[in-house]
Structures are given as structure tokens and as C-alpha cells.
């Protein structure tokens, strides 16, 4: 099944962002990062450009399925496990995992 991530998952609010990212404590910790950086200078235009920059990892998180869909497709990339899988170049031509062609149903 393919996931996308759905832009409405999460509010584009620096709470909801928060909430969201727990997911990914690692993105958590960048979020926190940057939204101390812009909010020690009390810098609104720079907190609002933190939420928008982490909003669509926020989406991302909040999208159910969609994380644990790229998680196992990594897992099986880094294991070697490639079989059937299709990857798209900036033309939207296909590809299996040795760079053969194939045609948009996986087939060569």
C-alpha cells in the first residue's frame, strides 16, 4: 500500500507540531532546537518560519501508516531486500533497484 501524507494531519500550530514530532524524537529535538534559537531573540516572523519549515514533518508523523510504510521501505533497502520495488526519475521514468527500466506496472 502506498501512503501519502495528508497536509491537513496536523494543525500548523507550534503545539500541534510539537505533539506531532513526537514520533520522531530525533525531529523533536531539532524542532526544539530551532524554535529556542528563534524565541530567544523574540523573533515572531522567525518562530513562525520554525513551524512552517517543520509542519510537513509534523504532517508526516500525523499521517497515519505513512512513517511506518518509509521506516519498513529503509529497513528492506538497507537489508538489500529491493524485489519489486519501483523508483521514479525526475521525468517520472521507472526503474527496478539495478537502474533496468520497467514498464509502470514493475514489469521489465
Partial sequence: MVFAVDPEACERTADAVRVALQRRPDWL????????????????????????????????????????????????????DTEGMVFFDDDGNTYDADNRPVDARGHG
Fill in 29 to 80: 529535538q531539532a524542532f526544539e532546537q530551532d524554535w529556542l534559537s528563534a524565541a530567544a531573540d523574540f523573533d515572531s516572523e522567525a518562530l513562525e518560519r520554525v513551524v512552517d519549515k517543520w509542519f510537513p514533518f509534523a504532517c508526516a508523523c500525523a499521517t497515519p501508516g505513512y512513517l511506518d510504510e518509509v521506516e519498513h521501505t529503509v529497513k528492506r533497502m538497507t537489508e538489500g
